[in-house]
T-cell receptor, first 116, second 114 residues
Framework: AQKITQTQPGMFVQEKEAVTLDCTYDTSDPSYGLFWYKQPSSGEMIFLIYQGSYDQQNATEGRYSLNFQKARKSANLVISASQLGDSAMYFCAMREYNQGAQKLVFGQGTRLTINP | NAGVTQTPKFRVLKTGQSMTLLCAQDMNHEYMYWYRQDPGMGLRLIHYSVGEGTTAKGEVPDGYNVSRLKKQNFLLGLESAAPSQTSVYFC?????????????FGDGTRLSIL
């Protein structure tokens, strides 16, 4: 079974609009962490935001926020006021603490295209 | 300000050849990882290391070997390359402590096996 599911292979958004990238996860571990990474066309992996399973508030980092709904096991990334430079692949990843070694499991990614 | 450095950045091999990918980090991180990324898929863990002298298998370890002789270096070896190993390879590292520590990635190595 997929541990991380990103159901949107591609999304197209107009510049300056907000965009939500979906991520659902599957775990029986009560302690886990969720990460979002951005991969531009140049190929590097850039860490964006983190949400811990026990965090009371949704994580925010500049224009990025995480809509964490624990009961639904979803951790959607919200990008406000999108910019052309936001065009990239976005990956959701999970770390289950009982797996040790801080290993990450990645989703298949969503390709976001921002149109001018 | 190097972070995680991977060499080489590109390589083309013939089936059956061997090669080693080098990953070096200057952040004194304990944990290091090797991933592969295939088209349309997320990153999959090949091998990882929780400290100098230790290695462990990840999700897709077959056909690869690794070594961590020094804390700052993590080597990925292909003994007999196969076309199925054509991929982009990423190395990453992270601190041992702190559940919220992100993995820091290198820029990737694009490997083609003919």
């Amino acid at each position: 079974a997929q541990k991380i599911t990103q159901t949107q292979p591609g999304m197209f958004v107009q510049e300056k609009e907000a965009v939500t990238l979906d991520c659902t996860y599957d775990t029986s571990d009560p302690s886990y962490g969720l990460f979002w990474y951005k991969q531009p066309s140049s190929g590097e992996m850039i860490f964006l935001i983190y949400q811990g399973s026990y965090d009371q508030q949704n994580a925010t980092e500049g224009r990025y926020s995480l809509n964490f709904q624990k009961a639904r096991k979803s951790a959607n990334l919200v990008i406000s006021a999108s910019q052309l430079g936001d065009s990239a692949m976005y990956f959701c990843a999970m770390r289950e603490y009982n797996q040790g070694a801080q290993k990450l499991v990645f989703g298949q990614g969503t390709r976001l295209t921002i149109n001018p | 300000n190097a972070g995680v450095t991977q060499t080489p950045k590109f390589r083309v091999l013939k089936t059956g050849q061997s090669m080693t990918l080098l990953c070096a980090q200057d952040m004194n991180h304990e944990y290091m990882y090797w991933y592969r990324q295939d088209p349309g898929m997320g990153l999959r863990l090949i091998h990882y290391s929780v400290g100098e002298g230790t290695t462990a298998k990840g999700e897709v370890p077959d056909g690869y070997n690794v070594s961590r002789l020094k804390k700052q270096n993590f080597l990925l070896g292909l003994e007999s390359a196969a076309p199925s190993q054509t991929s982009v390879y990423f190395c990453a590292s992270t601190r041992q402590e702190g559940p919220n520590q992100p993995q820091h990635f290198g820029d990737g190595t694009r490997l083609s096996i003919l």
